[in-house]
């Protein structure tokens, strides 16, 4: 039978491997195993057109590149490069921090790195394997946001050194973000901060330049800020969260918001052309051995004699490029105008400065500050020939064009149930500036050489109507549309009056591990009433699928959300927490709503990458108020009172009669949770895990299941090694708690679009999508909806089928050589979704190995 024939060389597979991992993986280690497992799939995907190489060629390039970088500052003649041009990679748009990308045929480099970054890059193959500098403005969430996702990348596609360089703080970051992704001995990492001022490469000689605000002490203003003065001395503890105390308790005394760092680029020279159709005509020896010095002597600008003859540099060369210069700068707000605007080293390249004036200026720069006279007036001090490119809010690019493809073709099945993505477009007026200026988007190109001009040509377009067309065009798929339609419409009239509308649930990130073009890391919205939300998870970029997913109304969505509850502390579970704190706090001020913490429901081990990012980098402390969940388990230990009336609090808040959690098999400290509503309903979510009974008894009756799945069932052999659950498990736990209706999530990035179905599928089960929006009346609708899922994605669905049997065929009963062969080469399999999963395989077998030596 088929399916023997997988499991059996599935357990093959898992023996070779085991085999080569020299240690035994400890039940501590798996955080960090998980981390390193998100992002080798990325780093994979970078190296995509490599992917039939040997792996062991992979893994010395960039030794290689040492070497050949040694070699050429040695030479000593600079050589500047020939191509460089900066790219627009986050257009500074409110769900895509502002990041700019540098090229140049020697180094790759990324000034700013949010939230998303990292996936943004991947996306638009913005290639991260020779980025080994990384240029930070300033510590803010906004900037450094997606740095441990990168560096983990990087580190996974075998740069051996990363740079970041900016902040003194920085320093204090990595190790904060060592508390979650374990330690980062493959890559060495290290911070130049702007006290070293200048830095150089083959490709140019960059400076720091430090800009400090006017008040030097300007924390974030924020309610709970306290005057207490005893800075670095932590109180004694009173309480459940040992070292959790009151906000204005912890010491901040290395945290600093009063600074920014600009930095001013300027590209090596670069010697002129030798014109060998101008040189033959003057009779120059063009072809013979004496040409040689003759090119060396007229390129570095000297005459020479030939036959009696006097030859100029200009006759034969192109001119030399004396190399330009851009700048980066940050301005966020009006407290660093005065020092920004009379900062000498940035003078230097304005008109009457003493170096040639700048090329470009890439300001990450807020309208409200723009706006002033005394930017305006800075703008104007650069000559005319200066190019300026603006990166803030003001940006309505789309970086995504994946997602909207896929949200307009499903929106053509349920329009309720896919709802279009929106965008968020800023209220405040553009600055109306008196130079001319280019607004960011996503991949927008300014070239510096070998010709200086914009380049607009990969700026993505989107066209929804042609996605609609397309999926027209798919055999059946509008036929199955119209049944959908009619069974809709038929249950409509049946249940007209009866709909209730909460609660609700938003799937704002459905996939595990590492972020895709379709589906992002966990994040479940559910709004309990028109006033109350409670978010299930918050992977990176949470906030901002909220964001496409409310567009103008995030505002309104963030301000109702009082309570987060995060099940475990992989990655891909809380690092979007941050980022959907502040721009709560943000909402609540904008809509004139008192801000309050959030009830953090989660394992009380995250207070300690919270406590390190607050005491070094941000206040954060006082957004939250943390209950464990161990308090919310069966037979939990009696909490001290603050927690207590933490908990009392939250349950009134959210109108909930109970809120239960319990320990899952997953990794360390991991829960599901389960809660009851005084109105009777009740939602059980499983955060990741393996069949778990214990979660079957917290979820007893529930009203609706949101469990994971994160793999098909023939794989159930990985699924207990990654300590996962099957499509079949997953239904298999809902029936055993008696639940109403089952979604999945949480899928494999290995089943982009859709997972496999299973024959255990029935009228209870459903499979969530990214920004799938349901109520519990929908439950009738969505198994109906399959089949034109299943038509829409026909193509996906049959590749990922023929893949399975063809492994069965080719590998029957436990012919281990083959499988080894066939995961170290990744064998070329035909089709997309094929190769996808090829390449998590192969890239497995080599994280294992570069772990073991
Ligand atoms: C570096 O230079 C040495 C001799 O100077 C040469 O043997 C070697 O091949 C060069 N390496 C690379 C990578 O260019
Ligand atoms: C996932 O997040 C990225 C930004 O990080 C976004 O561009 C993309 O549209 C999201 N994908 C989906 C399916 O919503
Ligand atoms: C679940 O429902 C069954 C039957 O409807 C009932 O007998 C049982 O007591 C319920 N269990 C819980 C924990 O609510
Ligand atoms: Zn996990």
């Not at 979604?743 to 990035?749: A, D, I, K, V, Y």
């Not at 990922?800 to 080469?825: A, L």
């Amino acid at each position: 039978m088929n399916r023997l024939h997988v499991r059996l060389w599935y357990f093959t597979s898992l023996f070779v491997n085991g085999r080569t991992l020299s240690a035994p993986v400890r039940c501590d280690s798996s955080l960090h195993r998980t981390v390193f497992q998100l992002f080798r799939t990325m780093a994979t995907t970078n190296t995509n057109n490599n992917n039939n190489l040997p792996k062991k060629a992979k893994q010395k390039e960039p030794l290689r590149r040492v070497k050949t970088k040694e070699n050429r500052s040695k030479r000593g003649d600079v050589h500047g490069p020939s191509t460089v041009y900066l790219q627009v990679a986050g257009a500074g748009s409110r769900d895509n921090a502002a990041s700019v990308y540098v090229f140049s045929e020697f180094n790759r480099y990324l000034f700013n790195c949010g939230e998303g970054t990292q996936r943004l890059m991947q996306e638009h193959k913005l290639k991260a394997a020779r980025l080994d500098n990384i240029f930070l403005t300033r510590l803010s969430w906004e900037n450094v946001g997606g740095l441990s996702g990168m560096i983990l990348t990087l580190k996974d596609t075998g740069v051996p050194e990363c740079v970041l360089s900016g902040p003194p703080q920085l320093e204090n970051y990595l190790n904060a973000i060592k508390s979650f992704s374990g330690p980062l001995e493959d890559i060495k990492l290290s911070v130049r901060p702007y006290t070293e001022e200048t830095y150089s490469d083959d490709t140019m000689t960059v400076y720091q330049v430090p800009i400090f605000a006017k008040s030097r002490d300007n924390d974030r203003k924020l309610p709970h800020r306290s005057g207490r003065n005893s800075p670095t001395q932590a109180t004694p503890q009173k309480d459940d969260v040992s070292s959790a105390g009151d906000p204005g308790e912890r010491r901040t005394a290395v945290r600093d918001s009063s600074l920014v760092v600009a930095f001013a680029c300027k590209l090596h020279p670069k010697k002129g052309n030798f014109l060998v159709a101008q040189a033959k005509e003057l009779g120059l020896p063009v072809g013979t051995a004496a040409i040689g010095p003759i090119i060396a002597a007229l390129k570095d600008g000297k005459s020479i004699v030939h036959e009696g003859k006097e030859i100029r540099p200009e006759q034969v060369c192109t001119p030399t490029d004396p190399g330009p210069v851009f700048i980066i700068v940050e301005c966020p707000s009006e407290e660093f105008l005065g020092a920004l605007c009379t900062n000498q080293q940035l003078g230097r390249y304005q008109t009457g400065g003493t170096d040639d004036p700048a090329a470009l200026v890439v300001h990450m720069t807020p309208e409200s500050v723009l706006k002033t006279d005394q930017y305006k007036k800075w703008m104007e001090r650069f000559p005319s020939t200066t190019e300026h490119l603006i990166l803030n809010e003001h940006a309505c690019a789309i970086h995504n064009i994946r997602s909207h493809k896929i949200q307009a073709q499903l929106n053509m099945i349920h329009p309720e149930i896919f709802p279009q993505l929106k965008a968020y477009k800023t209220k405040e007026p553009q600055a109306a500036l008196h130079v001319p200026n280019v607004r960011a988007e996503c991949l927008l190109k300014f070239q510096l050489r070998p010709v200086m001009e914009w380049q607009r040509d990969a700026i993505p377009s989107c066209n929804s109507e042609e996605f609609v067309k397309e999926a027209s065009e798919v055999p059946n798929f509008l036929a199955e549309v119209d049944k959908c339609r009619k069974i809709c419409s038929a249950g409509a009239t049946e249940l007209s009056g009866q709909g209730e509308k909460y609660p609700e649930v938003v799937f704002l990130g459905t996939g595990s591990a590492l972020p895709m073009k379709i589906r992002n890391v966990s994040g479940t919205l559910v709004n309990i009433s028109p006033s109350q939300s409670l978010l299930l998870d918050c992977g990176e970029g949470t906030f901002g699928q909220l964001c496409r997913h409310y567009g103008d109304d995030v505002d309104d969505a963030l301000s109702k959300i009082a309570t987060v509850f995060i099940s475990h502390l992989h990655a891909d579970h809380h690092t979007g927490l941050v980022k959907l704190l502040y721009q709560r706090e943000r909402a609540l001020a904008t809509l004139g709503k008192p801000f309050s913490p959030i009830f953090l429901v989660a394992p009380v081990q995250i207070m300690t990458w919270l406590n390190q990012y607050h005491d070094c980098c941000e206040e954060i402390l006082s957004h939250i108020n943390l209950i464990p969940n161990k308090f919310l388990c069966d037979n939990a230990e009696v909490p001290k009172q603050r927690t207590k009336s933490f908990i009392q609090a939250m349950l009134k808040k959210n109108n909930l009669q109970r809120f239960h959690t319990c320990l899952v098999r997953h990794c360390k400290n991991a829960f599901a949770c389960s809660f009851t509503h005084q109105s009777g309903w009740k939602l059980a979510f499983s955060g990741d895990t393996m069949p778990c009974d214990a979660f079957v008894h917290i979820g007893k009756n529930a009203t609706l299941l949101i469990h994971e799945a994160t793999l098909e069932d023939e794989l159930e052999e990985e699924a207990v090694e990654k300590r996962h659950s099957t499509t079949s498990q997953a239904i298999g736990i809902g029936m055993k708690m008696n639940a109403d209706f089952i979604m999945l999530n949480h899928f494999s990035q290995r089943y982009a679009k859709i997972p496999l179905f299973s024959e255990d599928f029935n009228d209870r089960v459903g499979i969530s999508f990214d920004h799938m929006r349901i109520r519990f009346d929908d439950s009738k609708i969505i198994p109906k909806l399959i089949p034109a899922l299943k038509t829409l994605f026909a193509e996906e669905l049959g590749e990922m089928e023929e893949r399975r049997e063809r492994r069965e065929m080719r590998y029957p009963k436990g012919s281990s050589s083959e499988v080894t062969s066939e995961q170290k080469t990744g064998a070329p399999d035909v089709g997309r979704g094929a190769k996808r999963d090829q390449e998590e395989t192969a890239a497995h077998v080599e994280t294992k190995r570069l772990k073991t030596s």
